[in-house]
């Protein structure tokens, strides 16, 4: 049975994200590294969007906005995002980019084999494939289990969950400057549902109809109003050019109780998402830089999780949407109206002061939090 000191369960964004810092710190040369997952990452699967305000991963940036657009059926409202920008990043383009830095170091290794199994024994770990078994000292494991948060009732678990279509429209239709951040004038239908566009040209965008609930749809649905809204816009011929699909849990569960001192969940099964959102990119490169610099010092991985405000703040609104899903663009609505688009977005990115924070929270329905709050705080003590 070959041994590694760290063996990574899975290679999404985390995992990648991960080995990619490790491999900038030049730190972990003496480790040896094995990637295990039985996808081989070749493919353009997902897109992923974050707002920076500094130049994170610019190389493989394929788009970018200066201003975000927010609209319901009440209002419209154009933001200048200055000093972020909002960024696109496609899979295939991070895969490429990091694959090809792990091809050049001697101590990493990437195995196309599905994980079936891992455990802690007394001195090491054992992780195990459909067709071998590797130990290690260490194991960061990103294969979400659902069903740890679904046989649980105490932390409230809402699904983002989305179809996109990458459309060329025959029509000048779209204006590339300026990407459509929530557009609530859909039909709610009971839920939190939006439309989120991501124009590239004028005559090209990413189109997703997004729901935060805790129910899926039939893909008909999703793409029946994707239909819908391109009519809407006033776009009537046009070709698909690309497809994508996909559903991020968004949940406060305590992911990081199930650490133990040589096993770390990172990703979705480590609670790395932001849980009001959905974002993972932005959480991502923070936490992947956080836990590099970690391992420098610490061996001990119980220790490396740490609760901040912005869980609780994520908390209250998940209980929220919860027990009725259908505030979620009252509430968002609220907030974009009005409030300053910078410190909304710093605090999106979780990094406010308690005073900006109070700043973003007083323009939501107090009522709606107040209640929550409360309700919150009588949960936790009994």
């Known amino acids: 049975m070959k041994h590694y000191h760290y063996i990574f369960t899975g290679t999404g964004l985390a995992a990648l994200m991960t080995v990619y810092e490790m491999i900038r710190s030049g730190k972990f040369e003496d480790k040896t590294i094995l990637l295990l997952d039985e996808n081989p990452k070749q493919t353009n699967d997902r897109t992923w969007c974050f707002w920076d305000e500094n130049k994170n991963f610019d190389t493989i940036v394929s788009k970018k906005w200066d201003t975000a657009y927010f609209k319901n059926e009440n209002f419209e409202r154009a933001m200048m995002l200055n000093p972020y920008q909002y960024k696109m990043v496609k899979g295939l383009d991070?895969?490429?980019l990091v694959f090809d830095l792990i091809a050049k170091q001697k101590n990493i290794h990437f195995v196309n084999q599905k994980v079936i199994d891992f455990q802690e024994l007394d001195n090491l770990c054992v992780v195990k494939t459909e067709t071998e078994s590797y130990s290690c000292n260490q194991i960061f494991n990103s294969v979400f289990n659902p069903q740890k948060v679904k046989n649980q009732t105490k932390y409230p678990l809402i699904q983002q969950h989305f179809v996109g279509w990458f459309i060329k429209s025959k029509e000048v239709i779209f204006n590339p400057e300026c990407a459509t951040f929530m557009d609530f004038s859909v039909t709610q239908k009971g839920n939190t549902r939006f439309m989120y566009v991501l124009p590239t040209s004028e005559t090209e965008a990413l189109l997703e109809y997004t729901l935060f609930s805790k129910e899926l749809l039939p893909k008909e649905e999703y793409e029946t109003?994707?239909?819908?809204?391109?009519?809407?816009?006033?776009?009537?011929n046009y070709e698909l050019m690309e497809k994508e699909q996909g559903s991020i849990p968004m949940s406060c569960y305590p992911f990081w109780n199930q650490n133990t001192k040589n096993i770390l969940n990172i990703?979705?099964?480590?609670?790395?998402?932001?849980a009001s959102t959905g974002y993972t990119f932005a959480s991502t490169i923070k936490k992947s830089k956080a836990l590099v610099q970690f391992l420098i010092t610490e061996t001990d991985l119980r220790k490396f999780h740490k609760t901040t405000k912005f869980?609780?703040?994520?908390?209250?609104l998940l209980d929220i949407l919860n027990k009725k899903n259908e505030l979620g663009s009252r509430i968002f609505s609220a907030m974009f109206q009005k409030g300053n688009p910078t410190v909304i977005f710093k605090f999106l990115d979780e990094e406010t002061s308690f005073w900006e924070d109070l700043h973003v929270i007083w323009k939501c329905p107090k009522g709606l939090f107040i209640k929550a709050f409360l309700q919150r705080i009588l949960r936790f003590r009994f």
Not at 228 to 234: P, T, V
Not at 267 to 274: L, P
Not at 311 to 316: A, E, G, R, S, V
């Open 94 to 96: 991070f895969y490429r």
């Open 225 to 236: 109003e994707i239909k819908n809204y391109l009519q809407k816009l006033g776009v009537t």
């Open 267 to 274: 990703g979705s099964a480590g609670g790395w998402t932001k």
């Open 311 to 316: 869980w609780f703040y994520d908390l209250l």
